[in-house]
């Protein structure tokens, strides 16, 4: 009987400790999440802040045109202009001949100079102007989206750029399911029914939709569609009991909670660039697992069939750029690696890997260190721009 007290007392203390814990280290890390994130406070400040800056009713996300901007706004370095087409400005804009780019932050360039992306040094060498659409965090699918909105035609190339996650994001409809705390992240998406692509719009229509009724009834729809809400949003939240939630996702809660209690955080950047890439890497090792996954690899065997299709309609040549982060790097030099195989596998459409090219090279001067997974330095942006000319001049 006694026996049975202390035990109950045992759990319960450790219960209450684990509830005090995540409770105190929640406040100021935002990917500690319970079951209050289910329906998160959107602040009007940082809703009207959405819609000045970036809402985009069709593509989730887009920068202004005709802006001037920094990549770290604390710390007011690499500096970028966006022209009047929506595209990151150019010096060679004036030039006949056009590429058109579009992906995510490794084609945007994301913490480099105007003039040293990748784009802007592939424009000089090719005497072309090849036009830089990227935009951070966008999926192939909102990739595609947005070269379909374009109505310019003849480019002798269409490329899309991603990085191998864009398969977690081709399944995302709300980011906060994949990256907790990207609470304003809405996109539309594309699914399978009957064997076919369809469309699904982006949830949010305005701004009243965040209005708390409507945003609520949103969130409840979003939830049974977007497969993260189950995969991983839930998987990760901490809810009552503490300690079941503790388990089960034990091998990452180990790690976290060791990293947490071993470092004296004393100021903000240390505990992000300290303590994300445990998440960052969960991300890449998930979308890498996707790789192998039936469902998710026809849904995007069909988007790249679809941007196969939309470019010839524009009298242009499609291609892919695959642009891996640093983990993913290192995954394919463990032999861990799924995408590679997926990508070799699409033969109707050029598509350029970099991984296996990017393995060989001194990794940490190709790729920067912080926290949002190692982008490309200037010297990273110069070596890709060589290996993308040759496949180019190949193609």
Not at 7 to 26: M, N
Not at 30 to 42: A, G, S, V, Y
Not at 212 to 229: G, P, Q
Request: charge should be positive; include cysteine; proline fraction near 2%.
């Amino acid at each position: 009987m006694y026996n049975l007290l202390y035990f109950v007392f045992f759990i319960l203390i450790l219960e209450l400790s684990l509830y005090f814990f995540i409770q105190h280290y929640k406040k100021n890390f935002q990917w500690l999440i319970t079951k209050n994130d289910e329906f998160p406070n959107f602040k009007k400040k940082n809703i009207d802040s959405f819609f000045r800056s970036s809402y985009d009713r069709r593509l989730g996300w887009l920068k202004r045109p005709n802006i001037t901007d920094f990549h770290d706004k604390n710390k007011k370095k690499t500096k970028f202009s966006i022209d009047k087409l929506g595209a990151r400005k150019s010096k060679y804009s004036n030039l006949a001949k056009k590429i058109e780019a579009y992906g995510d932050s490794f084609v945007f360039g994301r913490y480099v100079q105007d003039e040293q992306v990748w784009t802007e040094i592939l424009s000089k060498k090719l005497n072309c102007h090849v036009i830089n659409y990227g935009v951070g965090n966008y999926g192939f699918d909102q990739s595609l989206l947005r070269h379909e909105i374009n109505k310019k035609k003849n480019s002798i190339y269409t490329i899309i750029g991603v990085v191998p996650e864009t398969i977690n994001r081709i399944n995302s409809i709300w980011k906060h399911y994949l990256e907790f705390g990207n609470i304003y992240g809405f996109k539309p998406s594309f699914y399978i029914e009957k064997k076919k692509l369809k469309y699904r719009k982006n949830p949010i229509k305005n701004i009243k939709n965040f209005e708390k009724e409507k945003i609520s009834k949103i969130i409840e729809s979003v939830s049974k569609k977007d497969i993260f809400y189950q995969k991983k949003f839930k998987k990760f939240q901490f809810r009552s009991l503490y300690i079941i939630s503790f388990f089960r996702n034990f091998n990452f809660n180990c790690k976290l909670f060791i990293k947490i209690l071993s470092f004296p955080f004393k100021k903000e950047k240390d505990k992000k660039k300290y303590l994300f890439p445990l998440y960052y890497s969960s991300n890449i090792e998930s979308a890498n697992k996707l790789y192998i996954d039936k469902q998710s690899t026809t849904l995007f065997k069909l988007l790249i069939k679809k941007f196969k299709k939309n470019t010839q309609k524009k009298n242009s040549i499609p291609v892919i750029v695959i642009f891996p982060q640093k983990r993913d790097i290192e995954l394919f030099r463990q032999r861990k690696n799924y995408y590679c195989s997926f990508f070799s596998s699409i033969k109707d459409i050029k598509i350029i890997d970099l991984t296996e090219f990017l393995s060989k090279k001194n990794i940490n001067k190709i790729y920067l260190d912080e926290e949002h997974g190692g982008h490309l330095t200037a010297y990273g942006n110069r070596i890709v721009t060589n290996k993308i000319e040759i496949e180019l001049n190949h193609a």
